[in-house]
């Protein structure tokens, strides 16, 4: 019986390469097919009868009934790191292998996060705007240093907090102590050991709203998480205090965080990802001189690109060969997988 591997996420003219000629190349025959798909009824159409399926599941439903309409599936590709509708225990139930990319864009993504740290306490785009509008009249300028300069901070000394110690934030670590700044991390689901290893303080979570100088998101997306930072969690951050969000845009409450910052509760925020996206052009927050937004774009550069895309057939060629792909999401789905597929 042939190998079928079926992409449910492809446009035609998209970058993505042909996963049929890269398996094909490491001496794979397979059968391959690439269709777009959004929503369950059609990725059962396009891969009933799939070994493999290479989607992204952060946007296409890989629901417990997609994954009984898929009896052939031994693995879920997911491109990129997130998972949010992708059924883990539907899938272990039935002997589906689920990866993702989880080493993806870190440099990146903590890049990033830095970015938007320094530009929210040095006022990078503020002073950038003001300049390109004709405020920088004389020097030093009065207007400036009214305004601008006393909100500026430096970051040694200062202290991080990390909502979320996965392999993101654990990225940032070093980045952020290079700038002199403190580290504390809230993650209920990490081991103690792995904060003892990188030298971060373990707090709950209401000690990190208190005490840190920039709290910056790195939690995943659920029913648990969504709209975990509202009003009655920027009532326990310093007033002083920054808020930013490369993570997921559902994490945080807009509503509640512009009034956070219009009432003076919050310094400022640097959000990548917001909840729409694309956010919608009249938001409120838009109109904030202390917000800064950049259009979801912390995971991309040209080599984190190529390394995503090149992914899919590395691990599914893993797949074949009987080993299990770097970036399972499911171990509990050995046994069953064994069972099954021998």
Excluded at 28 to 45: K, L, P, S, W, Y
Excluded at 46 to 75: K, N, W, Y
Excluded at 169 to 196: H, L, N, Q
Aim: net charge negative; proline share 7%.
């Amino acid at each position: 019986m042939s190998f079928k591997v079926v992409q449910v996420m492809y446009q035609p003219g998209s970058p993505m390469p042909d996963y049929g000629e890269m398996l094909r190349q490491e001496h794979i025959q397979v059968e391959f097919e690439r269709t777009n798909c959004t929503t369950e009824d059609e990725i059962i159409a396009a891969a009933h009868d799939a070994d493999a399926v290479i989607g992204v599941a952060t946007f296409q439903p890989f629901s417990r009934r997609v994954i009984e309409g898929m009896p052939r599936c031994r693995l879920i590709m997911s491109i990129g790191i997130g998972f949010d509708k992708l059924d883990l225990a539907a899938a272990s139930e039935h002997g589906v292998l689920a990866a993702n990319i989880p080493d993806y864009c870190l440099e990146e993504m903590t890049d990033h996060a830095m970015a938007l740290i320094l530009a929210s306490t040095r006022k990078i785009t503020r002073l950038d705007r003001t300049v390109k509008g004709g405020g920088w009249k004389t020097e030093p300028d009065p207007d400036i240093q009214r305004s601008i300069w006393p909100t500026m901070s430096r970051l040694g000394g200062q202290t991080l907090g990390l909502i979320g110690l996965g392999r993101v934030p654990r990225t940032i670590v070093p980045k952020a102590r290079g700038f002199g700044m403190k580290v504390i991390a809230y993650d209920p689901y990490v081991d103690a050991s792995v904060f003892e290893t990188l030298g971060v303080e373990r707090v709950d979570f209401d000690q990190l709203l208190a005490d840190s100088d920039i709290v910056s998101v790195h939690a995943p997306l659920t029913p648990d998480t969504r709209g975990m930072l509202g009003r009655e969690q920027f009532q326990k951050m310093k007033p002083t205090a920054y808020l930013i969000n490369t993570a997921r845009g559902g994490l945080v409450d807009h509503e509640a965080l512009y009034g956070a910052l219009t009432a003076g509760r919050l310094a400022g925020a640097g959000l990548d990802v917001t909840d729409p996206e694309p956010i919608n052009p009249d938001s409120p927050l838009l109109q904030l001189d202390n917000v800064i937004v950049t259009a979801h774009s912390a995971h991309f550069s040209i080599p984190a690109f190529m390394e995503l895309i090149n992914r899919p057939a590395h691990e599914i060629a893993r797949v074949y060969r009987g080993e299990w792909p770097v970036g399972l999401l499911n171990p509990e789905a050995k046994d069953r997988y064994v069972a099954k597929w021998g």
